[in-house]
């Protein structure tokens, strides 16, 4: 389990598992998600929230995305900073994985 923090002031934080990050690079949910500056914007979450509701829309009923959806990317404390923070911790899970 990994911990990331939602704002700056580090008072809002959330629980991040093994899980929910398979379920990322199983869907590819931060592939061309950010644009050539590499800067995280609400912009950039409403993108990543969008393209979750479309593949839920489409019949996808796996419970893995679900849960991912209830406990991060819709929870109301992720912002931009927060997506920050997970996609740092993703990019080095990632790596420690391989």
């Known amino acids: 389990m990994f911990t990331i923090l939602c704002n ?4 809002r934080k959330l629980s991040v598992s093994e899980a929910h990050l398979n379920t990322i690079r199983r869907y590819s949910l931060f592939s061309d998600l ?4 590499g800067i995280v914007e609400e912009t950039v979450l409403e993108k990543l929230r969008l393209n979750v509701r479309s ?3 489409s019949g ?3 419970p893995e995305l679900i849960d ?3 406990h991060i990317l819709f929870h109301p404390d992720m912002k ?3 997506l920050h923070q997970l996609i740092l ?10």
């Open 8 to 11: 700056m002031k580090g008072s």
């Open 80 to 82: 931009a900073f927060g």
């Open 34 to 37: 950010l644009d050539s500056n």
């Open 89 to 98: 911790l993703y990019i080095d899970w990632e790596k420690n994985e391989l």
């Open 55 to 57: 593949m839920l829309s």
């Open 60 to 62: 996808s009923t796996d």
């Open 68 to 70: 991912l959806c209830e």
